[in-house]
């Protein structure tokens, strides 16, 4: 099929099933079109498609890298954003793309690099907007500029990213409070309180444990881990440091990430922002914990745990990641290796006060 009849073909799926979403589509475009996999994308008729899913009005997701789209320069880069209403689709060769807001911040004309999220992507271009119907149209136009003209242009609106000024800097009273965080938190996990909020929580999983069951099903990562933190707190995702905060008495504040895991999958939960939760542990009082939320839809399988940041398991699997991070940004921690040890029935959290400091020496070297 070409790209006008595999749009249609897609646009009457989603019709005909329209609780159908990201994975459902794409299978069933991948039996009956046998477009050729190339990794993260489908190689058609003259044209390259990627699926994507958004679950809100703003399509802010990661898309695919900038090299994918100049690995094929000469086909029509097809976007198709899956909606739970409906599909949208959107044209994104290099001429439509406003900018690389991801992994690029070593992209030059000479070392292409960087990932597009979807708000980079044009909705016109020269007064044509960027629908179906104007593919055509839009793509003789990007053949009429210059390949090298738009990457140059990407580069330098990408380079002109200023990062917000949000770096901790260690000084005084701050770093002294920011230190003292280890034995806050081992004092904290003795008390009462500490344990109260983990029931809170657990009673919050166990209460909505089909539902959570359900997002396990999801594909999307992002979309699946939004999903199950707005099932525990009940409220939209911010994306803040704090999902949740507790009061746990003589001035101390816990404050909870959620992070939820598949347990029958390897891949490594993305966790918190190293300089938020640099800034927020400065401040006296404060203890900062990840409710890590396993998963298995298969076998119906739901593990809540609470777990400082300096737990000496948890410690020794935070991995510093500065890929998805802005600029002049100390990263994020990444958790990588054996988080399913603490998810076990039997695993009881401790803190390890003098790798706790060593943790965040090792942050604020970044």
Not at 104 to 112: F, G, T, W
Not at 252 to 258: F, N
Request: aromatic content about 8%; charged content about 30%; overall charge positive.
């Amino acid at each position: 099929m070409n790209l006008e009849e595999t749009i249609a073909f897609l646009q009457r799926f989603k019709n005909s099933h329209p609780t159908a979403m990201k994975a459902e589509i794409e299978e069933e475009f991948r039996k009956r079109c046998k477009a050729e996999k190339q990794r993260s994308v489908y190689v058609g008729d003259g044209f390259v498609l990627r699926f994507c899913e958004a679950n809100s009005p703003a399509f802010s997701g990661c898309v695919v890298s900038l090299a994918v789209v100049c690995r094929y320069p000469s086909l029509m880069m097809v976007i198709c954003i899956v909606r739970r209403d409906r599909l949208d689709f959107r044209l994104a060769n290099v001429t439509f793309l406003r900018r690389i807001s991801q992994t690029s911040q070593n992209l030059r004309v000479d070392n292409i690099r960087g990932t597009f999220l979807g708000h980079d992507i044009m909705d016109e271009y020269k007064g044509v907007e960027n629908r179906p119907e104007n593919f055509v149209e839009l793509f003789e136009m990007h053949n009429e500029t210059g390949f090298d003209e738009n990457i140059a242009r990407i580069v330098e609106a990408t380079n002109a990213i200023v990062g917000r000024p949000n770096r901790f800097e260690a000084t005084g009273t701050l770093l002294d409070n920011l230190m003292d965080a280890p034995a806050r938190a081992a004092a904290a996990l003795r008390s009462g309180k500490y344990r109260d909020a983990e029931r809170q929580l657990c009673a919050r999983v166990e209460a909505k444990r089909n539902a959570l069951l359900q997002a396990a099903a999801i594909d999307n990562v992002k979309i699946r881990g939004d999903t199950a933190e707005h099932i525990v707190t009940g409220a939209g995702n911010a994306h803040r440091l704090d999902d949740e905060t507790f009061d746990l008495g003589a001035g101390r504040q816990l404050i909870v990430d959620i992070k939820s895991k598949l347990l029958d999958r390897s891949a490594a939960p993305k966790a918190y922002n190293i300089d938020k939760v640099l800034h927020s542990l400065a401040q006296p009082g404060r203890v900062f914990s990840v409710f890590f939320i396993g998963l298995d839809a298969t076998r119906k399988i739901v593990q809540p745990r609470l777990v400082s940041i300096f737990d000496p398991t948890l410690i020794s699997v935070t991995r510093i990641d500065v890929r998805w991070s802005a600029r002049g940004s100390r990263g994020s921690v990444q958790f990588s290796g054996d988080v399913e040890r603490i998810l076990a029935p039997d695993y009881r959290s401790t803190v390890d006060v003098a790798g706790g400091r060593e943790l965040l020496r090792r942050f604020l070297e970044g």
